[in-house]
């Protein structure tokens, strides 16, 4: 069964700290995996987007990796911002005839104290 | 700005009534997507649009409808409200088959009582 699992299920870091969020998947045939940020209240925002052969991807203080081979993903953040309090989304695609499926983690909500 | 426009934001229904989620998308999109967020949940998949004209089912259909008349509208039907229909509803739209990611609206909050 194709299946997202997050952890942990929600989070608290003082401001300036660093945290890492992980995705765990069973998803195949695997093709994408994607993080999205979601503030409360509003629709989700892509963070990156990961193919099979990429192994990391950063976008300013966000760094996702993935590990195809054991089916491990992680999003660190770097010096939190009160700003970076939202929900973090874990997505994978997996292809199937004629398209693709798309399965969600249900997400890790961090919270960002000062 | 462009994107996409869901409305209303915030909708309060009793069991048995019916309601359109409308979602517009300026971007010219050929794919659409509506999903529902339940806490705890993962989003999940109602129906899904490749194209005017053209819709399908996803995991979680039962109880919705959709029509996709144009490329840029694509409502989401209630016929008959229920409880278990209580959620958080997303539209979303993506150049392609949304494999390489989606834009998602701001969403709609529905309570059914």
């Known amino acids: 069964k194709n299946q997202v699992e997050q952890s942990p299920q929600s989070l608290i870091i003082l401001e300036g700290k660093n945290c890492t969020l992980q995705?765990?998947?069973?998803?195949?045939?695997?093709?994408?995996l994607r993080w999205y940020k979601q503030d409360t209240g509003r629709g989700p925002v892509s963070l990156t987007i990961?193919?099979?052969?990429?192994n990391t991807k950063s976008n300013g203080r966000y760094t996702a990796t993935l590990d195809a081979d054991t089916k491990q993903s992680s999003l660190h953040i770097t010096a939190s911002q009160l700003s970076d309090s939202a929900s973090y989304i874990c997505?994978?695609?997996?292809?199937?005839?004629?398209?693709?499926?798309?399965?969600f983690g249900a997400g890790t909500r961090l919270f960002v104290k000062a | 700005n462009a994107g996409v426009t869901q409305t209303p934001k915030f909708q309060v229904l009793k069991t048995g009534q019916s309601m359109t989620l409308q979602c517009a998308q300026d971007?010219?999109?050929?794919?659409m997507s509506w999903y529902r967020q339940d806490p705890g949940m993962g989003l999940r998949l109602i129906h899904y649009?490749?194209?005017?004209?053209?819709?399908d089912q996803g995991e979680v259909p039962n109880g919705y409808n959709v029509s996709r008349s144009t490329t840029e509208d694509f409502p989401l039907r209630l016929l008959s409200a229920a409880p278990s229909q209580t959620s958080v509803y997303f539209c979303?739209?993506?150049?392609?088959?949304?494999?390489?990611?989606?834009?998602f609206g701001s969403g709609t909050r529905l309570t059914v009582v």
């Open positions: 995705c765990n998947y069973t998803v195949s045939p695997f093709s994408n």
């Open positions: 997505v994978v695609s997996a292809t199937k005839t004629g398209g693709f499926k798309t399965i």
């Open positions: 649009s490749v194209g005017a004209g053209i819709t």
């Open positions: 971007m010219n999109h050929e794919y």
């Open positions: 990961m193919t099979f052969s990429e």
């Open positions: 979303a739209s993506s150049s392609t088959t949304g494999i390489y990611g989606y834009t």
